[in-house]
């Protein structure tokens, strides 16, 4: 590998990442929203057991 293929797949990754994290941060807050709604719910229902 030379260095313009080097150069070439670090690049790749520096692009590849960002979305990467964006995607991870788009999942956490779904999963924190989705957790918000969950929990009166299941409160709720062992209050009704």
């Known amino acids: 590998m030379n260095a313009n293929q080097a150069a070439a797949t670090y690049s790749a990754e520096m692009a590849i990442s960002p979305k990467r994290e964006v995607v991870i941060r ?24």
């Open 26 to 49: 788009e999942i956490t807050s779904l999963a924190k929203m989705a957790s918000l709604l969950a929990v009166p719910f299941l409160l709720l229902s062992l209050a009704w057991i």
